[in-house]
């Protein structure tokens, strides 16, 4: 059961990864392809106005990039439900992944704090300086795995990330290590 579900949460990822990159990133920039919509709407949107894409708060049913980023989506979880009776486990996983995909991506263009907390291997697909990097959407687990993950903001997950993300921490990656025990202790000692 587990080896099952872990499987298919892998298997969703390595998808993720290699669709974003092969399909919507490598024949998305070439002109007249079916996958454009992705690199020239989409990208263009959101790195215009800062990650948010008021694109996705269209219905769903509109054939624009939603609309296809869905119909893509349900398409390839429908690929795998031949394989409910045999690997259920690992179907119900992708089923999952496919909704989880839809939900976190929409969230994070719509709001885009949300997205830099929650999501900032995504953040740094779109924000960053390299936009062939990150590929993985929901989860930064094959890009970690593959070395395509580049971090371009600050981590939302360590100290100060707040401040940060306002421009207002530390700039050197080296001062946004937390502090040491000493060093608190130093800053708690009454002078005399």
């Not at 007249?32 to 919509?37: A, D, E, I, Q, T």
């Not at 690199?39 to 049913?61: I, L, S, T």
Request: net charge positive; glycine share 8%; with cysteine.
């Amino acid at each position: 059961m587990i080896l099952g579900l872990a499987l298919g949460l892998l298997h969703a990822n390595a998808v993720e990864w290699v669709t974003h990159k092969y399909v919507l990133h490598g024949l998305g920039k070439r002109k007249g392809s079916l996958f454009r919509f992705h690199w020239a709407q989409h990208h263009r949107v959101a790195r215009k106005n800062a990650m948010y894409d008021k694109g996705y708060e269209a219905p769903f049913w509109s054939w624009k990039d939603r609309g296809k980023e869905i119909l893509g989506i349900m398409g390839l979880a429908v690929l795998h439900l031949p394989l409910l009776k045999i690997a259920p486990y690992f179907t119900v996983a992708v089923l999952f992944s496919s909704f989880n995909y839809l939900y976190r991506h929409r969230k994070a263009h719509v709001d885009v704090e949300w997205g830099k907390r929650h999501m900032p291997h995504h953040y740094d697909h779109h924000m960053g300086a390299n936009q062939d990097a990150n590929w993985c959407v929901s989860y930064p687990w094959f890009d970690w795995l593959l070395g395509t993950r580049l971090r371009s903001s600050p981590s939302p997950r360590v100290d100060g990330a707040k401040k940060e993300f306002a421009g207002q921490g530390p700039a050197n990656p080296e001062e946004r290590q937390r502090p040491r025990l000493s060093q608190l202790l130093e800053k708690r000692r009454p002078v005399a």
